[in-house]
């Protein structure tokens, strides 16, 4: 699991049947400290997370394979939850 910030939403002309109903997200990854690490990586989202918002990520391929539905799906990412930003 990672975490990482909301930087903006994707939208797709053409998508995997897989990623039908899912709202797509770009997140970049953050380091321990909160800076920004690696590239951003394409997500799904079911919490309806914004711009902004810091998200705990999920790579674990089996999790997501079974959030959508089915085993032949190219997405790899989901959010698993929302960080608290006091």
């Known amino acids: 699991m990672l975490t990482g910030r ?13 990623l039908a109903g899912w709202r797509l997200l770009l997140v970049q990854t953050l380091d321990i400290q909160g800076n920004a690490e690696g590239f ?4 799904i989202d079911e919490l309806g997370c914004g ?10 391929g089996a999790a997501v394979r079974e959030m959508v539905g089915t085993n032949n799906t190219p997405i790899r990412w989901a959010t698993m939850g929302v960080i608290d930003q006091e």
Request: hydrophobic letters at 35%.
């Open 51 to 60: 711009k902004g918002d810091t998200v705990l990520l999920t790579s674990d």
């Open 6 to 18: 909301v930087i903006g939403r994707a939208t797709a002309t053409a998508k995997h049947p897989s």
């Open 40 to 43: 951003p990586e394409l997500v």
